[in-house]
């Protein structure tokens, strides 16, 4: 988890590392705003398509 909410975060940063079969995947932010909500929290299992960080 790289973002809390409530954060400024700005398109490109890195909001979450997600590990998947041993790798590392960036999951960044797609535009500028600010952290409304984390879904996820370390170590929860997360499926295709689930929403992980609201930016507003």
């Given at each position: 988890?790289?973002?809390t ?6 398109a ?45």
């Amino acid at each position: 988890m790289n973002v809390t909410v409530g954060q400024a975060v700005k398109a490109g940063d890195v909001a979450i590392v997600l590990e998947a079969m041993k790798m590392e995947n960036n999951i960044n932010c797609g535009k500028d705003g600010v952290v409304k909500a984390v879904y996820v929290q370390k170590g929860d299992n997360v499926l295709e398509g689930a929403d992980i960080v609201l930016v507003e």
